[in-house]
C-alpha cells in the first residue's frame, strides 16, 4: 500500500468531516428539524466505516481504485472516526456560539416542532400525577404496555421522530426529543410527573436528565435502567432514585418461576 501525501490526506478527511457534515445540516435544516437536530446529524454523519472499506476493496477487485487511491480511503477513515467524539462534544459550544452571532442560527434553533410539544388537546391526566418514560425500545415498550394495562397514564419521551410519529397515531402522549435537555422534559409536565423513568439503553446523559427533572420536580422518583452492578452503583449514587439491572431482574424473575414451579 502506497503512502498517501499529507496534503491529499487532508483533503480527503477534509471533504468527510467538513464536507459531509455541512451537506447534512443544510438537508435537515431544509426539512425544518431545530439547530440541535441538525448539528447532532452532522457530527453522526462526519465519519466514513466499514461501508467505505467493502467499497474501496470491490473497486480493487474490479482494477478501478489505484493504490494510493485505497491508501486515503483508510487514512481518511481511521482519522475521521478519531476525530468523531470530539466532534460531538462540541455540539453544543458550536450551538452556543451560533446562537450568540447569527440571527439565522436562532430562527432555526426556535423552529416550532409539532412533536416536540404535547398537542393542546392532550388529556389533563397526561399532564398531572403521570409517568414520563424516556425511550422507547424494548424495556420502554414493556414498561408502556403495562402501564397502559393498569390505566396510568405516562407521556413518552423519544428521540425517534417517526416513532413519535407513530405513538401518537396510537394515541399515546409523547414527544420528540433528547431527555438530557430540560425543554424536553418541560415539555413532558416533568414539573407535574410522579416518576421519571429513564429506559434508555445509553446511560451516558441519565445525570443530566436527572438533575433537571429534580430541578422542575424535587419529589420525583427516577428509576433507571443498567447494564451491570457496577454502573448501577454510581448511577444510584448520582441519580439517588431506584437501578434496575438487567441481568439481576432476570435472574430474580427465573428464580420466582422455579420456586413456584417446584412448591406446585
Same mark, same amino acid.
Given at each position: 500500500?502506497?503512502? @498517501? ?18 451537506? @447534512? ?15 447532532? $446529524?452532522?457530527?453522526? &454523519? ?103 394495562? /393498569? ?5 413518552? @419521551?423519544?428521540? #425517534? ?29 416533568? @414539573?407535574?410527573?410522579? &416518576?421519571?423513568?429513564? /429506559? ?27 447494564? #451491570? ?5 454510581? &448511577?444510584?449514587?448520582? $441519580? ?25
Amino acid at each position: 500500500m502506497l503512502v @498517501a501525501q499529507p496534503l491529499r490526506v487532508a483533503a480527503v478527511v477534509g471533504i468527510i468531516v467538513f464536507g459531509k457534515s455541512i451537506a @447534512a445540516a443544510v438537508l435537515v435544516l431544509s426539512l425544518r428539524y431545530p439547530l440541535h437536530t441538525a448539528l447532532t $446529524v452532522s457530527a453522526s &454523519l462526519a465519519q466514513i466505516g466499514e461501508f467505505s472499506f467493502i467499497l474501496m476493496a470491490l473497486g480493487g477487485t474490479l482494477g478501478v481504485l489505484p493504490a494510493e487511491a485505497q491508501s486515503l480511503v483508510v487514512a481518511g477513515a481511521l482519522i475521521s472516526i478519531a476525530l468523531n467524539p470530539l466532534l460531538f462534544h462540541a455540539i453544543e459550544p458550536t450551538q452556543q456560539w451560533l446562537l450568540r452571532r447569527s440571527q439565522m442560527a436562532r430562527d432555526h434553533a426556535a423552529r416550532d416542532d409539532p412533536l416536540a410539544e404535547l398537542p393542546m388537546s392532550t388529556d389533563a391526566r397526561f399532564l398531572s400525577g403521570h409517568v414520563v418514560l424516556v425511550g422507547y425500545g424494548r424495556v420502554g415498550r414493556k414498561v408502556a404496555a403495562d402501564l397502559g394495562a /393498569a390505566g396510568l397514564p405516562f407521556v413518552v @419521551a423519544e428521540e #425517534n421522530r417517526e416513532l413519535v410519529e407513530q405513538l401518537r397515531g396510537q394515541g399515546m402522549a409523547a414527544v420528540t426529543g433528547d431527555a438530557s435537555r430540560p425543554e424536553v422534559l418541560v415539555q413532558a409536565h416533568v @414539573a407535574r410527573a410522579r &416518576l421519571l423513568v429513564i /429506559a434508555t439503553p445509553d446511560t451516558l446523559g441519565v445525570r443530566q436528565m436527572a438533575e433537571h427533572a429534580r430541578l422542575l420536580n424535587p419529589l420525583i422518583e427516577i428509576v433507571v435502567r443498567s447494564h #451491570n452492578e457496577e454502573e448501577a452503583r454510581r &448511577l444510584e449514587a448520582e $441519580v439517588a432514585g431506584r437501578v434496575f439491572v438487567g441481568e439481576l431482574e432476570l435472574a430474580s424473575a427465573m428464580s420466582r418461576y422455579v420456586l413456584e414451579r417446584c412448591r406446585a
